[in-house]
């Protein structure tokens, strides 16, 4: 049994225990955390939904010219997200990732399988005048581009 005097010291050291611990806890979902981008300033996601159609060039190991199709729409959240095709090759999407002034970073995750398709591509965006300026850079280095027009 604790001498009477004791106690309250035990009690007080248990609050303090207590507390440090629910102070030292994380306030989030645990796991590992994900910075949640924000949309840009002045509507310039506006300028890039849509659905575009073009040609990429600069892709090694891969013919000059082939196609590509993208549909930027926005998610729950009002970020930009994408859905890209290849026909002929493969599908994925485009997760965004952040932006600096007038350009947006995307995640490419090819969905399909194809042995020519690469994933896991940083993917940057713009518009110049009625164009959407797509630029490819693959983790080897690799890089390749676009121009594309919209079709809707």
Do not use: Q
Not at 8 to 25: E, G, I
Request: aromatic share 6%.
């Amino acid at each position: 049994m604790t001498a009477p005097a004791s106690r309250p010291l035990l009690l007080a050291l248990l609050l303090v225990a207590t507390l440090l611990v629910t102070l030292s806890a994380p306030s989030g979902p645990t796991g590992p955390s994900r910075a949640v981008a924000t949309e840009p300033k002045g509507g310039e996601t506006a300028r890039i939904l849509g659905t575009w159609r073009g040609r990429v060039y600069g892709d090694e190991g891969a013919p000059a010219g082939y196609r590509a199709r993208v549909r930027i729409t926005r998610n729950s959240h009002g970020n930009p997200h994408a859905r890209i095709r290849y026909p002929g090759y493969c599908r994925g999407r485009w997760k965004f990732v952040g932006h600096a002034g007038k350009r947006f970073r995307f995640d490419e995750l090819i969905t399909t399988e194809h042995s020519v398709c690469v994933s896991d591509v940083r993917v940057k965006v713009r518009r110049r005048a009625k164009k959407l300026v797509v630029r490819w850079r693959e983790p080897s280095g690799d890089r390749a581009h676009m121009r594309a027009r919209r079709v809707r």
